[in-house]
């Protein structure tokens, strides 16, 4: 039974802990704890400060090297952003705000325009374009009617062709009010919903909607999301709903003046209890009816504590190397696979950095892992003599994965080809990125099962792997699980 006297451990002050935090104190919950093991809250919406030139003046500016963008359709982000009083700029940026713009560039370094008829004209592009148009009207028709109850967040049932959550509202609205987070769940039976296990390219084959991959490609596999022919579709359909694809195409997107990670630095400073910085949990016993959760702090200092109940946000195939992971943990979450994403901030030559974002939809495809497939220019008043970030996966089910140095070096020597040499790299990373399942688990039911274990020994999952890893489908993951369970 709910109780919100509970005193609650919450692991990560990611978008997924923090928003935890948020929605129980919605809850009337007052006693619980968020741990982190590092420094900084925000997970992987990481926002450093760099100092640049703008008209001569030196001044720092906020970078990303992890979440950029948002959409109309991220109403729990919304809610985040209310509590914290901390708003995104778009989807009409004013001079001197950071922006979403973007191009297409082809390896030769020319530009391209794909989606522009009147641009390097001719009958066969056009006849492409229109194909694809009718494709996409087709798609949408087929999400509202033969899915219809695709648009929850989470995945329960789907595999079943069954539907239960929060409406996505993918016209703009999700039921929630200033007054209430927690609005009705939609619930419902549809059998050609477990057509949304296929791999995304295969969903589209038999839905005769191939031509849309072109423009789901872009948003997805360059964003580190992973390849059509391995991701189930229920989790390119649950991001890029297509709402959310239509504002990408029309470059209706949000950002954040000072970067995404404030976004949750807001809300922590909000909190009636601020995550605590630089505790790890490093074991996690659970007895009879008890949670005893053991921290260590930066110096090195071992803390026990025992609580009424766990939520975990960190990555659940690593929940076994501390915690009292029974065999159904053990076994259901070693199936979890993640994305290696890598991505660096870099300065380019003088004069030679570009001066806004772009795709690089030739290197999108498998045989070209490990290749730059899109940098991100994000002060694009900066000219060109700004640090850009750029990105490009390392792995993909059926290929060898690619070392993280040769990534690093293939990345520089495609920004060197297309025009942009690289002269300083400020910072650069590999993240665990994107955790799922593959369409085989998925299909058999995976996301249920996970469901099944909610509550079990006082622990519940959260995250950014219940909906799909993007901060709406974290964030409202955590609504999700406070709103039923807490
Ligand atoms: C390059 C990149 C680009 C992205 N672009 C976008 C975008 O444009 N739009 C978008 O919506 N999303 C984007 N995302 C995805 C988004 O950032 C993630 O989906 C989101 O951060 C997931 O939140 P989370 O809280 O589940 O996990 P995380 O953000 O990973 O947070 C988990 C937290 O747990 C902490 N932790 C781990 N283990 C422990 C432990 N044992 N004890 C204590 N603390 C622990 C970690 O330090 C971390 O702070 C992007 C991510 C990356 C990396």
Redesign the pocket.
């Known amino acids: 039974m709910p109780n919100n006297k509970d005193r609650v451990c919450i692991?990560?002050?990611?978008?997924?802990?923090?928003s935890c935090a948020m929605y129980l104190e919605k809850k009337g919950y007052t006693n619980y704890v968020i741990?982190?093991?590092?420094n900084?809250?925000?997970?992987?919406?990481w926002s450093p400060k760099i100092k640049v030139k703008h008209n001569g003046v030196e001044e720092e500016r906020s970078f990303?090297?992890?979440?950029?963008?948002?959409a109309i359709t991220?109403h729990a982000?919304s809610e985040m952003e209310e509590f914290g009083g901390y708003y995104h700029k778009g989807p009409d940026f004013k001079e001197g705000e950071p922006n979403m713009r973007r191009e297409f560039r082809k390896l030769d370094g020319t530009v391209d325009h794909p989606f522009e008829p009147k641009v390097n004209f001719s009958f066969k592009k056009l006849k492409g374009l229109l194909k694809l148009k009718k494709q996409m009207k087709r798609l949408n028709q087929l999400m509202q009617t033969k899915y219809v109850g695709y648009d929850c967040y989470g995945h329960i049932g789907v595999a079943k062709g069954e539907y239960y959550g929060i409406s996505k509202g993918v016209d703009g609205y999700c039921g929630a009010t200033k007054e209430n987070s927690f609005p009705n769940y939609i619930k419902g039976t549809n059998p050609n919903l477990k057509d949304l296990a296929l791999p995304f390219s295969e969903f589209c084959r038999i839905n005769k909607v191939e031509e849309v991959q072109r423009i789901w490609i872009a948003p997805f596999t360059s964003?580190?999301y992973g390849f059509f022919d391995e991701i189930p579709a229920a989790l390119v359909m649950k991001y890029l709903d297509v709402t959310t694809a239509l504002e990408f195409v029309n470059m209706k997107l949000w950002t954040w003046q000072d970067g995404?990670q404030e976004i949750y630095a807001h809300v922590n400073n909000k909190l009636q209890h601020p995550a605590v910085l630089e505790?790890?949990?490093?074991k996690v016993e659970r007895p009879e009816g008890k949670v005893i959760v053991t921290?260590k702090s930066k110096d090195g200092k071992l803390h026990k504590e025992e609580f009424d109940k766990l939520i975990v946000?960190?990555?659940l195939d690593?929940f076994k190397d501390?915690a009292d992971a029974t065999e159904e943990e053990k076994e259901l979450f070693s199936k979890i696979i993640h994305e290696r994403?890598c991505?660096y901030i870099a300065t380019f030559d003088e004069g030679k950095s570009p001066v806004i974002s772009g795709y690089m939809v030739e290197n999108m495809v498998p045989e070209r892992l490990g290749h730059a497939m899109v940098y991100y220019n994000r002060w694009q008043c900066l000219g060109n003599d700004c640090p850009a970030?750029v990105?490009a996966l390392a792995n993909h089910t059926g290929s060898k994965d690619v070392d993280y140095d040769v990534v690093m070096k293939t990345m520089d020597e495609d920004m060197k080809k297309v025009g942009f040499p690289i002269k300083e790299k400020l910072y650069a990373q590999e993240?665990?990125?994107?955790p799922h399942v593959s369409s085989k688990d998925y299909q058999e039911g995976w996301y249920d099962r996970l469901e099944a274990l909610q509550g079990n020994k006082n622990t519940f999952y959260?995250?950014?792997?219940i909906s799909?890893?993007?901060?709406?489908?974290?964030c409202a993951a955590s609504k999700d699980i406070i709103g039923r369970f807490f």
Not at 468 to 474: K, L, P
Request: aromatic share 16%.
């Open positions: 692991i990560g002050a990611g978008p997924a802990g923090l741990y982190e093991k590092l900084k809250v925000g997970g992987k919406c990303e090297t992890g979440a950029i963008m948002g991220y982000v964003f580190g995404t505790t790890e949990v490093v921290t946000t960190t990555p690593l501390y994403y991505d970030t990105y993240v665990y990125y994107c959260a995250g950014e792997i799909f890893g993007d901060m709406e489908d974290t």
